[in-house]
């Protein structure tokens, strides 16, 4: 096993985040005391110039950069390095008024005006020409400075436009996807259908909210289209940081399931992979754990995107965050919890959105490390610092990776096309829920499952779970084909295979492109539930006898054609009988089809059959409690995290616990809220 730290000249894990200290120019005591208590909470880093082009730039040209030079000095000289932002998330007054351009239009196509944040065209000529001149000094600037760690492109990028440069630029990208030829796109769009058609691609708009929106395969390829613009200006970025002379590795900092853009598109041009994490803890409709579980699933999914280095989790608040609808703060003990799963997960970071709680604005009650008591005796430094400690102790694991043999299929265009397709509810499509249910069983098992795309290498995994794949790109049919035949698992449910990649559905029956013969069935109907219909599935022994049943929700397939061995019955409504699991052999592998939506722990069996047969081992954790491991060349650490506020015990633990330097044998006891790193 490979590692791999990311900033060789740091010591361990980066702890720190987000630091606005041109919010406190005029007050040289404030900066002071900062530097001093980030030194005693453990913070070796910090995240500067995120949203500071008014400072770096008041006025147009007159640019200087001598506050944030003494500034990073200074922290340097204290062992702080600093993660650089360019400052293109937000933008000066004087900037919007001379440049209108740099506004973003809205679904409309209506242009907005100046404020807020994160709302610039990307394709602006003007907008292109400021971030150049910006971007530049920076990198002439501070490429080089020994405390510089990395880059960090801009802010949260997000959202569309629709101004009329983005509508050439769409016009443009259609051109190249469909070889610009206008019958390619006609075809591929089904354009007949309704008097669509179009006679060149200068007639076709973006999906405007008073326009053209009901032509699926346009919906999908704006979204598609809005991914390349993002990444078209993030790279212009990068591209202007190297072309002044950086060298750092860069980063943009993603966000939690976020829907605008692929991120699996995004991800290959940023050096690594860091993102946001807020979770909304305490809240009225799950435990802890389970929101603890939704946290897992994202640190996976981002993980997973460069699966030979650690990622960074960039941001995460400090006691609470001030945006949500109900604004609660961390119990005790619980920013250790949430903070350790994700250096459990495999990141090498664990950084806040804010060092210092800002005093004025819209920001002024977001959680922070130092608040506006100005005091290193609140409850929430005194757990900052303990987290800085507890990081230290566990140091020798940072650059280490996790190597997971389980994995699940999440790709961007088919979560996007499931929620446009019309068809099933709209309300219970939940395809973010389906993936999310299938990765808490594996965990409830103690296995980790990566989240991956149907386009990326799965030559790592022996098992791999594709819930409604419904869209399936060019090649995919054959490669879980191959994957079959060579000994892997893979499972699928109901609304898989349905469309190619242009939305249009397989002929032949579903699961379509192969797939039929890979699972041993067709698929005749898919029909929804209303919620309190009620129907069930009775699980077949290996005696041939039923054995319990399970109930059914929302969806449910009438299967035909079923060569594969039937795991389960329906037992009722008009599909009374019918197959509703099926396990079908093929090659040196199976696989299973589940037809209809179920609760997964009822379906466990499944579960525990592919870990059988693909050889890993696993053992029922308590509930509440999540297992993660990373590997060294020559340990392997196992993280124990109990999101429950109660102690629990684990069995089957042995080695050396980091944090208390105890040996466990036999039992693990974790406290409420509880960690432990256990080496072995
Ligand atoms: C986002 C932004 C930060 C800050 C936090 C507040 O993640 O990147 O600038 O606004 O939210 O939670």
Known sequence: MITNKLFPQVEGFLHGGDYNPEQWLDRPDILKKDIEYMKEAGINTVTMGVFSWSVHEPVEGQISFDWLAEIMDELYENGIYTVLATPTGARPAWLDEKYPSAMRCDEMGVRNHHGVRHNHCMQSPEYREKVRIMDSAL???????PGLLMWHISNELGGYCYCDTCRK?????????????????????????????????DQIDPP???????????NLDWKRFSTWSATDFMKFEIDTL???????????????MFYDYDYHYMKDFIDVISWDNYPELHNNWQTDADQLLERSFNHALFRSMKKNKPFMMMESAPGLVNWRPFNKYRRPGMHELISMQAIATGSDTVQYFQIRKSRGSSEQWHGAVIDHIGTNDTRVFKEVAKLGADLKTISEVAGTLSDNKVAILFDWDNRWAIDDAWALAKDTKNFDKTCMSIYNEFMSLGVEPDIISSDMDWSD???ICAPMLYVLHDGVGEKIADFVRNGGQFMSTYFTGYVNKDLLANLGGFPGDGLSQVFGLRSEEIDTLYPEDKNSISIIDKAGKPSYSAPVSDYQELLRDVTAEVLARYDGDYVAGKPAITRNSFGEGFAYYVACRTNQNDIEFLYREMLEHAGIAYTKLPVGVEKHTRFAEDAKYDFYLNGNTEDVTVKDVAGVELLTGENVSGTLVLKGYGVAVVKS
């Open 139 to 145: 990198a002439e600037r501070f490429a080089g400075h």
């Open 169 to 201: 630029k769409f016009q443009q990208w259609l051109a190249d996807r469909y070889d610009h030829d206008i019958e390619k796109l006609n075809k591929a769009w089904w354009t007949t259908f309704w008097s669509h058609k179009f006679n060149s691609f």
């Open 242 to 256: 190297r072309g002044a002379g950086a060298t750092e590795p860069t980063t943009t900092n993603f966000m939690e």
């Open 461 to 463: 995994y022996k098992i």
């Open 208 to 218: 405007y909210k008073n326009g053209e929106n009901c032509v699926l395969g346009l």
